[in-house]
């Protein structure tokens, strides 16, 4: 059974930081392409930013060089370092496994107030 387990979401004045964790079971880590999506409230989902099984990554504009996706093979787990957050990025952060098949995490709330 996969499970992807995101951790590390919650209330952040804005110019401040969060690390939102990722832990997956039940895929073949390294050999998953894997991203941050987020939901605001009345929105559609969007994407965030995704870092290949190469390391190779990609932002969506609204984030550039403000947050950083990692991965840890040897844990299983991809991490989003995001500074200087701002009001904007409130949302629900979910992360996603792809390779023939994807998969979504549960959510977890990110809130940054001004």
């Known amino acids: 059974q996969v499970q992807l387990v995101e951790s590390g979401g919650g209330l952040v004045q804005a110019g401040g930081s969060l690390r939102l964790s990722c832990a997956a079971s039940?895929?073949?880590?390294?050999?998953?392409?894997m991203g941050w999506y987020r939901q605001a409230p009345g929105k559609q989902r969007e994407l965030v930013a995704t870092i290949t099984i190469g390391g190779t990554t990609n932002y969506a504009d609204s984030v550039k060089g403000r947050f950083t996706i990692s991965r840890d093979n040897a844990r299983s787990t991809v991490y989003l370092q995001m500074n200087s957050l701002k009001p904007e990025d409130t949302a629900v952060y979910y992360c996603n496994a792809k390779r023939i098949a994807q998969y979504w995490g549960q959510g977890t709330q990110v809130t940054v107030s001004s």
């Open positions: 039940g895929i073949i880590f390294s050999r998953n392409s």
